[in-house]
């Protein structure tokens, strides 16, 4: 039996893996293999679609890591134990298809183009390629190159590429670190903001609070939702998104939900309950202009509902309202005969979030000191009193003093 031949088998076999079959690089692969018996001219089509495909995929010089790939992010029943770091678990005979599920797929990865041709043409009694003509004999080659990380790891044992889903997750949650709750189901974020903990000056009082309560979380410590409440620009969502990125090692994943979508905020737990990953659940710009359905679905899940947030989950919520929904003294002086009640249920939204952290407009000394460090940061060649004065009149055309401000400012002198 030729090379290409046993791989097709061991191909048509996979049991664990055999999601990766649904993938396009692996699916066109097997059939290209599966061409093998078949007339010049059908082998030939699946030869060009095959090298159309991976060159599309920017990968003709490294089809071992696209093939490797598909299996990397692949989501069956040991990467999710692995990544929930439970695979010893598993019984013995799975493991041992795990093992015979990598080892066909690196061997899958490493079958060159001119291996491929060269069985087809023993296993059609052609004596050399030229025997199906000029076009075969000048088709294009593709290189194999290396595979992805965690099968490159693998040596018969299963302890290296276990520690890579342990550290990275499975599925689409290893592929990809940033979601969004999107048409009733969460969608990665292909371009995610890449902001880091280092980007901030100022408010580091707010952000240990936060990351403090992160690190519990990861830990599987007492943690709380959090609300980030406070004036404009002033860094709370930019806090979240930074922390869901130094976090991300530590199988942390972010998925935001639009606040017009918060009535699926049941449906969005159901997902993500029983994976082992850990979530923040990020709602930006939090506020209500009365206690609507999604008012009431919101606060049944932060406490005191049935289908309550799941043990793996944080809400994490920003807002500009400390208490998230519009008051006005209509509220205070209506005829509701309990206007305290009244009042109450108002409050009761913000107050089950058992960490709020207020992002409050900084002194002009704090504004200036952001203003400084981000002129420093960014090569700005004028003396601190031109930055002073040029900074104030912007954040007085701007209506206020905020770190946002004081960016705007840095990136306007580029401007000019």
């Known amino acids: 039996m030729n090379k290409a031949k046993e791989i097709l088998f061991s191909l048509s076999s996979l049991s664990i893996f055999r999601g990766i ?11 290209l293999l599966n061409s093998m018996d078949k007339k ?18 920017g990968c003709s010089n490294r089809l071992a890591y696209a093939f490797t790939e598909a299996a990397l992010f692949d989501e069956n029943c040991f990467t999710r134990a692995a990544a929930a770091g439970k695979y010893n678990t ?23 183009s001119q291996e491929l041709i060269q069985c087809y043409c023993a296993s059609n009694d052609l004596a050399t390629v030229a025997d199906m003509g ?37 599925g689409i949650f290893a592929r990809y670190k940033a979601f969004i709750w999107r048409d009733g189901d969460i969608q990665p974020v292909l371009h995610p903001d890449k902001i880091d903990m280092d980007s901030f000056t100022g408010y580091e ?56 979508r918060l009535i699926d905020f049941p449906i969005l737990v159901d997902k993500i309950a029983t994976l082992p990953m850990k979530f923040i659940i990020f709602i930006d710009d939090l506020s209500f202009q009365k206690q609507d359905q999604s008012y009431t679905t919101l606060k049944a899940v932060l406490e005191g509902g049935i289908a309550a947030r799941p043990d793996n989950a944080l809400i994490y919520a920003t807002s500009n309202r400390r208490h998230l929904v519009k008051e006005s003294f209509a509220d205070r002086t209506d005829d509701d005969i309990n206007t305290r009640d009244n009042m109450q249920e108002t409050l009761s939204l913000s107050d089950r979030f058992g960490l709020s952290v207020c ?58």
């Open 21 to 31: 079959l649904n993938r396009s690089v692996p699916k066109a692969y097997y059939k």
């Open 205 to 260: 009082r707010q952000r240990d609070i936060v990351v403090g309560n992160t690190k519990s979380f990861i830990e599987g410590k007492a943690c709380n939702n959090c609300l980030l409440y406070g004036d404009m620009g002033t860094g709370k969502s930019s806090t979240v998104k930074a922390i869901a990125n130094e976090f991300r090692k530590d199988g942390l994943r972010i998925v935001e939900i639009p606040k017009e």
């Open 40 to 57: 010049p001219e059908e082998f030939l089509n699946a030869y060009g679609e095959f090298f159309s495909l991976i060159s599309e995929r």
């Open 359 to 416: 992002y409050s407009a900084p002194s002009k000394k704090e504004f200036l000191d952001i203003v400084f460090a981000l002129a420093k940061e960014n090569g700005v060649n004028l003396t601190e009193e031109e930055l002073e004065a040029g900074a104030e009149r912007f954040a007085l055309s701007r209506g206020g003093r905020s770190p946002r401000c004081a960016k705007h400012y840095i990136e306007s002198l580029f401007a000019k």
């Open 90 to 112: 598993l019984p013995d005979n799975l493991l041992k298809a795990v093992k015979r599920d990598c080892q066909a797929i690196l061997n899958a990865a490493s079958l060159t």
């Open 134 to 170: 000029y076009v075969a004999e000048h088709l294009p080659k593709w290189e194999c190159g290396e595979c992805a990380e965690s099968f490159k790891m693998f040596d018969g044992s299963l302890e290296k590429v276990a520690k890579y889903y342990k550290e990275n997750g499975c």
